[in-house]
């Protein structure tokens, strides 16, 4: 299947992006503006490139959407060849450390120099500059320093990753992908590019600006699992059903706390004090005693369609036959896979999943053909080892 943008629908349909290979959130990044339409080339190691059939796509998702070509970025003429891709593209992102980049000779200066209307985009866990600005890490510890992972978990135990949600797709992917895009309108009309430096540890930083907001009124404790929003509300929280399933309930409104209670038949039907923090170890206590006699099943038909703020907790292999999820169409099948589709939605330039995941280096000929290099030239960079 072809992804070339002739043939992509979506928002960002014209746009062109050179994705230095990496892992994790710079793939999540591109994904992410592919799925809008904008074409990605993705720029693998050549020495990524392995035998594989072309007949069956690669596995990882995170990559799909968009073509690979392999190249070797310590071959002067592989350098040469990036940069020439660079000179018709509307942003580049890359994920390495920094000052990497530059010693490849492909950093922001020299890119700029051959294309000023160049969108830069790079993605770090600490940043380009910065006391750790060179050291190693994770999305574990770009989240615990920024303040993120510390009130995740429950009241005396210790704080809980969730997963790699928080750093490398909310703080960092996504922060990256809304600057580029934010890039991209300003060079259209400033006609100069820039460089746009997406920090992990400032995506998740400022992931938490309501809490902050919450500790400034006074109405959040330091101390994880004592808050309304961390567990520490028995009308925010999970409980266990009889099948060892769980159930979620969000009941903070007036409202929909009154219809917890008159479903649930907590306090014997009478709402106890909402807000009464002392309480809530003990009514927590009882609503998972009352939650623990029926399936989850069960409770999902006795309280569903009661704006109640309820939810049974599915796995992800459940997830995609819910009703609701199944209606909205929210996961789609590429190529066999089943897999989360695009978003959001556009009600008029709707975005798409152009292709499954290619192999590394699986469109080498036919992509920098379409970016503008001739047969010979690509033959002679083959020669040459600078492309594989």
Not at 284 to 292: H, T
Request: aromatic share 6%; with cysteine; proline share 7%.
């Amino acid at each position: 299947m072809s992804t070339t943008s002739t043939n992509r629908t979506g928002p960002l349909a014209g746009v062109k992006v050179v994705e230095l290979a990496g892992i994790g959130p710079g793939p999540f990044c591109a994904m992410l503006l592919a799925d809008m339409g904008a074409e990605v080339l993705r720029v693998d190691r050549a020495g990524a490139v392995k035998g594989f059939d072309p007949a069956t796509p690669s596995a990882d998702l995170l990559n799909r959407g968009r073509r690979s070509v392999g190249v070797d970025l310590k071959h002067p003429d592989g350098v040469e060849t990036v940069l020439g891709l660079v000179e018709q593209a509307d942003a580049l992102i890359e994920g390495f450390r920094p000052g990497v980049t530059e010693r490849l000779g492909l950093g922001p200066d020299v890119c700029l120099a051959r294309n000023p209307r160049l969108v830069y985009g790079r993605m770090t866990g600490w940043g380009q500059e910065g006391p750790w600005a060179l050291e190693a890490g994770h999305d574990i510890n770009y989240i615990a320093l920024a303040g993120a992972l510390d009130p995740c978990g429950r009241v005396g135990e210790a704080p809980v990753p969730p997963m790699n949600l928080v750093g490398d797709f909310g703080g960092g992917a996504m922060f990256l992908a809304f600057g580029v895009v934010c890039g991209i309108l300003e060079a259209r009309g400033s006609g100069e590019g820039q460089v746009v430096d997406a920090a992990m540890v400032d995506g998740a930083a400022l992931l938490t600006t309501m809490m902050h907001g919450m500790m400034a009124m006074g109405i959040w404790n330091v101390e994880r699992g004592t808050n309304m929003l961390d567990t520490g509300a028995f009308f925010y929280e999970v409980y266990r059903t009889k099948d060892d399933k769980f159930v979620s309930v969000g009941s903070i409104e007036p409202q929909f706390y009154a219809a917890l209670v008159e479903h649930t038949g907590l306090g014997d039907g009478a709402a106890p004090p909402q807000f009464d923090r002392a309480s809530w170890p003990q009514l927590k206590e009882q609503l998972a005693a009352i939650f623990v006699t029926k399936t989850r099943d069960e409770w999902c038909e006795l309280l569903e369609g009661h704006d109640i703020c309820f939810a049974p907790v599915l796995t992800m292999a459940e997830a995609p036959d819910h009703p609701h999820m199944a209606a909205r169409g929210t996961f789609v099948e590429v190529a066999g896979v089943r897999q989360p589709g695009p978003a959001p939605r556009f009600s008029r330039t709707p975005g798409a999943v152009a292709s499954p995941p290619p192999h590394a280096g699986q469109h080498t000929d036919e992509a920098l053909a379409d970016w503008g290099l001739a047969a010979e030239r690509v033959a002679a960079l083959r020669a040459s080892g600078a492309i594989a």
